[in-house]
């Protein structure tokens, strides 16, 4: 999903892809939430998160990456 967001799918994949969301809604929802996310991610700025919030996320995704 997140290739065929960003136009990174070759063509045929995407035709798939695209095929498939004319049949399913619980995609099609799923689509909405992810550019919802984006959208709403992509404002904000680093002074927007408070200190506390921003080393709970950093501890969060170093431990993940060693999972």
Not at 18 to 25: K, M, R, S, Y
Not at 48 to 58: I, S, Y
């Amino acid at each position: 999903m997140s290739d065929w967001l960003e136009a990174a799918l070759p063509a045929d994949e995407a035709t798939l892809f695209e095929q498939h969301l004319n049949f399913c809604d619980g995609c099609i929802w799923y689509v909405d939430q992810i550019r919802t996310t984006v959208a709403t991610v992509g404002r904000i700025t680093e002074e927007d998160v408070p200190p506390d919030t921003r080393e709970k996320l950093l501890t969060a995704f170093r431990e993940w990456k060693r999972t």
